[in-house]
């Protein structure tokens, strides 16, 4: 569940503050608790340890290089745009420009690491006048927005609702911003009780605030592996309460008692000056060295293969794997590649009509602009030279550019060489 499904459309603040509390009961809490494993401030839960007895608690931050991993490979390099037509070169020249003012190489970074902590993202689109390009993104946080649909079959969306708190006279009061087709409201109010600020027309005819789902279901790249992570982090944590028992262990005297001031001797001059027949010995934990190392390699093999990232530490990533070996080992994370992108580019579609409208142009045209994405891998030079080779000739040029992991812009690139043969031939003309 990732939106509020509502009987009543209103806007108002009577419905505001049924939306809120069922966001806070209901959606919230999962938002927040998927943040606090990203930030490795998730709870260990141990059974209580002998008072006195070593109780670590050690969080080994798997959610964060599952969700670091995911979001380099998906968005580590830039998303680039081109357009067929060069007649709408000018049109590509505004996206970009746009891009450029906004920061959009971040901005698309963060949305992607929010769509794999929370399984959602936002970011809203406005008018700025101030700006260049009279069009401005900003990101909204995940555990302080919503989307608020009606309860048809179609789910439709009634609003977008972005909330922050803050003090004022000493009191805890929320602002609230709701955005529907065609107004913003702005709602102040404390306890759950609102009141209408003011209400305006953004003129975009449109919910400016973009929803970027991580998945269909909304979920987040480890939220499917939590118990596993636990349970990772409360093997390793009773496995370092074991080990530091050794070193605390008992010494045991039996046939004969030692007073306090003989311990006190012992731990001074390490000698026991022990009666006829007595002895002495540690009473340590057994620990199963091997078996707790296997316990760690299983879970780690289950968490890599359920959120399908790929564990980095392998000795293959080191070597000379052929293309088709890392092929396989990198299928997982294509997969995974694969359904963010489709989700995005809905949100980049949306993007750039929403910015269009804005400045007054015909936002179909949006439609015209190709959105490219690229998975950020290691470059390989020399099996970029074998597709070269072994494909010129057999598959087009923008084909073989497309798949070639040096090039960034397969289009641009396509238009430099074109240029370069052009400027070659005017050089060296053929004579008949």
């Not at 995005?344 to 490219?372: F, H, M, P, W």
């Not at 598959?395 to 070639?404: D, E, V």
Request: charged residues 25%; hydrophobic residues 35%.
């Amino acid at each position: 569940m990732y939106r509020i499904i509502a009987d009543k459309k209103e806007i108002n603040a009577i419905n505001l503050s049924e939306w809120l509390v069922e966001y806070k009961n209901s959606i919230m809490p999962k938002r927040l608790k998927l943040g606090d494993y990203y930030d490795g401030r998730n709870e260990i839960i141990k059974q209580n340890a002998v008072q006195g007895r070593p109780n670590y608690s050690i969080n080994v931050n798997m959610a964060k290089y599952i969700t670091d991993v995911a979001t380099g490979y998906t968005f580590g390099k830039p998303l680039t745009y081109n357009i067929d037509n060069e007649s709408n070169s000018k049109l590509l020249k505004t996206i970009n420009a746009i891009n450029a003012e906004n920061y959009a190489e971040e901005l698309d970074y963060q949305i992607g690491g929010d769509m794999s902590v929370y399984g959602i993202g936002y970011q809203i689109i406005y008018p700025d006048k101030k700006s260049n390009t009279g069009v401005k993104f900003k990101r909204l946080e995940p555990t302080r927005t919503f989307m608020v649909a009606d309860n048809s079959i179609e789910e439709n969306v009634i609003c977008a609702v972005y909330f922050h708190d803050y003090i004022d006279n000493k009191q805890h009061k929320t602002k609230v911003y709701i955005w529907d087709e065609e107004n913003v409201y702005v709602f102040d109010g404390f306890s759950n009780s609102f009141t209408l600020s003011s209400s305006t027309k953004h003129l975009m005819k449109q919910i400016p605030v973009i929803e970027s789902l991580n998945n269909d279901d909304g979920f987040g790249d480890f939220q499917m592996v939590l118990d596993l992570l636990d349970s990772l982090n409360l093997v390793i944590s009773n496995n370092t309460d074991d080990l530091q028992s050794v070193s605390n262990a008992i010494l045991a005297v039996s046939g004969g008692k030692l007073g306090e001031e003989e311990i006190k001797q012992i731990n001074k001059y390490k000698v026991a000056n022990l009666p006829v027949g007595a002895n002495m010995q540690w009473v340590i934990k057994n620990t199963n060295t091997e078996g707790v190392l296997g316990q760690i390699k299983h879970l780690l093999d289950f968490i890599f293969q359920i959120s399908m990232v790929p564990d980095l530490t392998d000795d293959a990533f080191a070597g000379n794997l052929s293309g088709v070996a890392m092929q396989f080992k990198m299928w997982g994370i294509d997969q995974l590649w694969t359904s963010k992108i489709r989700k995005y580019k809905t949100s980049i579609c949306k993007r750039i009509k929403i910015a269009l409208r804005i400045l007054g142009i015909n936002e179909n045209l949006a439609d015209k602009i190709q959105v490219n994405f690229y998975k950020n891998l290691p470059e390989n030079m020399a099996q970029d030279y074998e597709i070269a080779k072994n494909l010129t000739g057999v598959i087009s040029l923008k084909t073989i550019l497309n798949n070639l992991s040096i090039v960034q812009d397969a289009e641009k690139e396509y238009s430099l060489i074109m240029q370069e043969k052009e400027e070659k031939n005017q050089a060296n003309p053929q004579t008949p």
